[in-house]
């Protein structure tokens, strides 16, 4: 059963705007979430992270917000840029931290 | 730095076949991880090395696919009497140990099985 899930299969937003992707989990033990981006043929890159003792972490134009009582997180991408078209996955792992567990994935589409 | 390779970058096999999938871990990574992508799916989780050791092997679907990795290093992922539903892309990862922090994925191989 799919235990991450990105219930927005695609996203188009427009250049300058604000992007925000979500995620919602179903395993109380996961404590360490990633957002990863993926272009066609490379695979995924690394973007932002967040462990479950913060609810907000921020890199630059992008931060995560982690709501653990409803076991929901998103990524907001401040302002969207048309190079930030990917499709981007969430991930979650145990405390073991190694195996991740990802979602289906969201296909982001910033227009000009 | 060099980044995660993988070898080949596609591979079309014919069913029933036995198939070598190769990743180069970025230098000094010393966890290594597979993973499966299906289409339309995210990631999946395969196999757990830390060195030269499997740490979980949980992910592997069945006793078809079997991973090495030797030297601590490079890793191969193998797969006998492959069926069509094999046909993925598979993933492999390094991070500088294992436990939380990210890690950083290969371009993936491209697997047919016709």
């Known amino acids: 059963d799919q235990q991450v899930k990105q219930n927005s299969p695609s996203l188009s937003v427009q250049e300058g705007r604000i992007s925000i992707l979500n995620c919602d989990y179903t395993?109380?033990?996961?404590?360490?979430f990633l957002w990863y981006k993926k272009y066609p043929a490379e695979g995924p890159t690394f973007l932002i992270s967040?462990?479950?003792?913060?609810d907000k972490n921020e890199d630059g134009r992008f931060t995560v917000f982690l709501n653990k009582s409803a076991k929901h997180l998103s990524l907001h991408i401040v302002p969207s840029q048309p190079g930030d078209s990917a499709v981007y996955f969430c991930a979650a792992s145990t405390n073991s931290g190694y195996a991740l567990n990802f979602g289906k994935g969201t296909s982001l589409l910033v227009t000009p | 730095g060099a980044g995660v390779s993988q070898t080949p970058s596609n591979k079309v096999t014919e069913k029933g076949k036995y198939v070598e999938l190769r990743c180069d871990p970025i230098s000094g990574h010393t966890a290594l991880y597979w993973y499966r992508q299906s289409l339309g799916q995210g990631p999946e989780f395969l196999i757990y090395f830390q060195g030269t050791g499997a740490a979980d092997d949980s992910g592997l679907p069945n006793d078809r696919f079997f991973a090495v990795r030797p030297e601590g290093s490079v890793s191969t992922l193998k797969i006998q009497r492959t069926e069509r539903g094999d046909s993925a892309v598979y993933l492999c990862?390094?991070?500088?140990?294992?436990?939380?922090?990210?890690?950083?994925f290969g371009p993936g191989t491209r697997l047919t099985v016709t």
């Open positions: 967040i462990s479950s003792i913060k």
């Open positions: 395993n109380s033990m996961f404590d360490y």
């Open positions: 990862a390094s991070s500088s140990t294992g436990g939380f922090g990210e890690q950083y």
